[in-house]
Nanobody
Framework: QVQLVESGGGLVQAGGSLGLSCAASGSIFRINAMGWYRQAPGKQRELVATITSGGSTNYADSVKGRFTISRDNTKNTVYLQMNSLKPEDTAVYYC???????????????WGQGTQVTVSS
């Protein structure tokens, strides 16, 4: 009964910016980390950025210096600010949450349905 809902995708020119949001809702005991992954046509899904509940971040080399991940723990929401976008950033972006639903359960990964980001040149 956990849902991750992404928003903010769209079409933007190269060099432009977009901001993505993802809110987790439902039966959640604790979220350990949230992040963003993307999948371009004909390619495998890849990590974009992750952030722990304590604020530690990790970025793919291809987006360092251009993308910024942040979160609001009180809202179970993660954000991705994407600046200086390039055509190669075009992909479906998926929200991920590592969480457990009960006090006696393990952490599992949950995924959103994805939001399309298209960067034109």
């Amino acid at each position: 009964q956990v849902q991750l809902v992404e928003s903010g995708g769209g079409l933007v020119q190269a060099g432009g910016s977009l901001g993505l949001s993802c809110a987790a809702s439902g039966s959640i005991f604790r979220i350990n980390a949230m992040g963003w992954y993307r999948q371009a046509p004909g390619k495998q899904r890849e990590l974009v950025a992750t952030i722990t509940s304590g604020g530690s971040t990790n970025y793919a080399d291809s987006v360092k210096g251009r993308f910024t991940i942040s979160r609001d723990n009180t809202k179970n929401t993660v954000y991705l600010q994407m600046n200086s976008l390039k055509p190669e950033d075009t992909a479906v972006y998926y929200c991920n949450a590592q969480l457990r639903r009960n006090w006696n359960s393990n952490y599992y990964n949950y995924w959103g349905q994805g939001t399309q980001v298209t960067v034109s040149s």
